[in-house]
């Protein structure tokens, strides 16, 4: 099993980046995708997550700013960050979950500068 993050990087303040997470090894299609961070010093925590129906879910950090999406097709789900703050920089990393299984990405740095 293998989750690969990519599209990460360095932005401005108030710039977009969209983040891919590639899975191989996988049913796709039968996985609940997520997407976290760790700023340094902190925690984990979820960003967003989208269901195997579709239907997706936010942190209120993000909402109205973040979009997740899926391509089952693709084996791939995505992450469209827009108007990006400072307080975004971080890993983000890939989740895929079923039922009590997990599967981690090695993630992506996002730094956001002022």
């Known amino acids: 099993v293998q989750l690969v993050e990519s599209g990460g990087g360095l932005v401005q303040s108030g710039g977009s980046l969209r983040l891919s997470c590639a899975g191989s090894g996988i049913i796709f299609s039968r996985y609940e995708m997520k997407w976290y961070r760790q700023a340094p010093g902190k925690t984990r925590e979820l960003v967003a997550g989208?269901?195997?129906?579709?239907?997706?879910h936010y942190a209120d950090s993000g909402k109205g700013r973040f979009a997740i999406s899926r391509n089952n097709g693709e084996n791939t789900v995505y992450l469209q960050m827009h108007r990006l703050k400072p307080e975004d920089t971080g890993v983000y990393y890939c989740n895929a979950n079923w039922k009590s299984v997990n599967h981690w990405g090695q993630g992506t740095q996002v730094t956001v500068s002022t």
């Open positions: 989208i269901t195997i129906g579709g239907s997706s």
